[in-house]
């Protein structure tokens, strides 16, 4: 049975691929106008950080909300915080102004990332979980890889007021296709959940935070670090990402269960992440780094992912993936941003390398228990 046969799996593939859209453009785009207002690397990273702190703050509320009011209503409600307000990014010249519309679009992704993954679980059978998780990793994947070259280039030649209002727009569309979807709504959980869920998905968890820190900070920097050759390596690390995510779906079936590719997929991202740290000067170089890098860091997500859905329910599951796929782009780009100024941009990316390599052993422990 393929997933897509399922009505509601279309929509939401469908409300997946436009909200993340707009997520996407702006994801490189608004650090540079941070720096565009005159503001330094630790603003840039900053504007990324505090988006992700507010997507983690959302996503730990996700449970209450969807126990209340369904994954419908939390998944719309989201798509509203993360769309119109970007607008406003036209308005805000200083630092503070940016930052501020950044927490509010945080918000709305929280939600909306936590609620779509989690529904892949809800909507599908476990039998067709691990090719419905690599489609939905399409659907994130696709917008961004699109989105994240597209947005630097569309500031560029277009000015950053057009990125702002296509931004805006985008998640409007999915707005409505939400409304189309059937509601879900999870059985309650006890309080004895979360201690379970700790104890069941630390390792992936851990790995996932290590991959997603070297995409935050690739996101951020790396039209500032590689300049023109920015939007060529942006391209590349979300194709690579986005095509490992897939391929890892399609083949999970077909290995001695999840979890299994998690160690060399880690090396992978720690490897490529030193290669760039030696590479920016070399920006042919630095792009085939980048392209290691995310090979790794899909197959990091998909395989995580798949393995937290076999060892705890749909929605805490989604909520811990999550969790360390946000933070960790919010960690990657302030700690980046945080220590260019000290360091430089060569030693920043390798320290965030070599900590990859050093959770291995959590990796390899983890693909045969929780």
């Known amino acids: 049975m393929s997933p897509l046969r399922d009505r509601d799996f279309r929509l939401l593939l469908s409300v997946t691929v436009t909200v993340i859209a707009g997520f996407a453009l702006l994801l490189p785009v608004v650090p540079m ?3 565009h207002q005159g503001a330094g690397e630790l603003a840039a990273g900053g504007s990324t950080g505090v988006f992700m702190a507010s997507t983690v703050l959302a996503q730990f509320a996700v449970p209450t909300l969807v126990r209340a009011r369904g994954y419908r209503m939390a998944l719309l409600l989201g798509a509203l915080l993360l769309g119109p307000p970007t607008a406003l990014l036209v308005l805000a010249t200083d630092a503070p102004g940016i930052l501020a519309i950044s927490f509010v679009r945080g918000l709305g992704f929280g939600l909306v990332t936590v609620c779509g993954s989690a529904l892949v679980a809800e909507l599908l059978p476990r039998e067709v979980l691990a090719r419905g998780a690599g489609l939905h990793g399409l659907a994130t994947g696709v917008p961004q890889l699109v989105g994240m070259p597209a947005g630097p280039w569309l500031a560029t030649h277009l000015g950053f007021p057009a990125v702002f209002l296509l931004a805006a727009a985008l998640p409007a569309v999915g707005v409505v296709l939400t409304a189309l979807l059937r509601d879900v709504t999870p059985a309650a959980a006890d309080d004895r959940y979360r201690l379970a869920l700790l104890t069941a998905t630390w390792r992936p968890w851990l790995v996932m935070l290590a991959g997603s820190t070297g995409y935050g900070a690739l996101a951020t920097f790396l039209p500032i670090v590689l300049g023109g050759s920015g939007t060529v390596a942006l391209l590349v690390v979300a194709g690579t990402a986005l095509l490992a995510r897939w391929t890892a779906g399609r083949i999970a079936g077909g290995v001695a269960g999840a ?5 060399f997929a880690l090396a992978g991202v720690g490897l490529g992440l030193l290669g760039f740290a030696a590479t920016t000067g070399t920006p042919a170089l630095a792009v085939a780094a ?3 890098f995310g090979v790794g860091f899909g197959v990091v997500q998909n395989d995580a992912l798949v393995l937290m859905f076999s060892r705890a329910a749909a929605g805490p599951a989604s909520v811990a993936w999550n ?5 960790g782009q919010g ?3 302030v700690a980046v941003g945080a ?10 990316f390798g320290l965030l390398g070599v900590a990859a390599l050093v959770l291995l052993p959590v990796a390899i422990t983890g693909r045969g228990r929780g």
């Open 331 to 333: 960690l990657g780009a």
């Open 33 to 35: 106008w941070v720096t």
């Open 339 to 348: 220590m260019v100024g000290a360091t430089g941009f060569p030693v920043a």
């Open 323 to 327: 969790v360390a796929f946000d933070a």
């Open 290 to 292: 980048v392209a290691l």
């Open 259 to 263: 979890g299994r590719m998690l160690p």
